[in-house]
């Protein structure tokens, strides 16, 4: 079975800084997609980035990007340049290729300070 | 398009009592998926739908829910008879190939 581990319950960031937040992952697929998804207070979920496993180069959005590391089945979120609206809970998640089932990570609350 | 839509946004009731939630898939999109968020199990997926087929409803917790997809725009999750412990955000997601689209949820509270 696939799951998704988030290690981090809470982070804390500072207005303009850098965080990253870590997210791992159990499969025996070699093809497949990783996602991270924002849930901001009016909990509507929000797609923030995505990564195709076959894809060696790492995935950016922006200020968004990800350290997607395939044979240690990590996929971390880093956000540069924090501002006060990235403050939400995020999810990692997990679908094989040929299977729309999502797995999603138990969630990182990330506070930014102003 | 719209987006996913889902309503009620809020349902308030009592024990004993049957509930409805209702989505409206982004057009085009050939799978549906509901999924339940509380604090305690985080986001959990019910059940979803592939052209209007359910394929996989091992999340549903029990005979209590049921859900339909009787055509490409409309599906349904019911709760009868709605628990305490069923009140949680629901949510409905869609589909195609690629990344899933949340509605913006449906809270239950069940007095």
């Known amino acids: 079975a696939q799951t998704v581990t988030q290690s981090q319950p809470e982070m804390s960031v500072q207005e303009a800084e850098t965080v990253t937040l870590s997210c791992t992952y159990d499969t025996s697929e070699s093809d497949y997609y990783l996602f991270w998804y924002k849930q901001p207070p009016s909990r509507q979920m929000i797609l923030v980035i995505r990564?195709?496993?076959?894809?060696?180069q790492n995935a950016t959005e922006n200020r968004f990007s990800v350290n997607f590391q395939k044979a240690a089945k990590s996929f971390s979120l880093k956000i540069s340049d924090s501002q006060l609206g990235d403050a939400a809970m995020y999810f990692c998640?997990?679908?094989?290729?040929?299977?729309?089932?999502?797995?999603f990570g138990a969630g990182t609350r990330l506070t930014v300070k102003p | 398009d719209a987006g996913v839509i889902q309503s009620p946004r809020h349902e308030v009731t009592e024990m004993g009592q049957e509930v409805t939630l209702r989505c409206k898939p982004i057009s085009g999109h050939d799978y549906l998926f509901w999924y339940r968020q509380t604090m305690m199990r985080g986001l959990e997926l019910l059940i979803y739908f592939n052209n209007n087929v359910p394929i996989d409803d091992s999340g549903m917790p029990e005979d209590r829910f049921s859900a339909k997809m009787p055509n490409a725009s409309f599906s349904t999750l019911k709760i009868q008879p709605s628990e305490p412990r069923d009140s949680a955000v629901y949510f409905c997601a869609s589909s195609d190939t690629g990344e899933q689209f949340f509605g913006p949820g449906t809270r239950l509270t069940v007095l």
């Open positions: 998640a997990y679908r094989r290729t040929y299977n729309n089932d999502m797995r």
């Open positions: 990564q195709e496993a076959y894809k060696q």
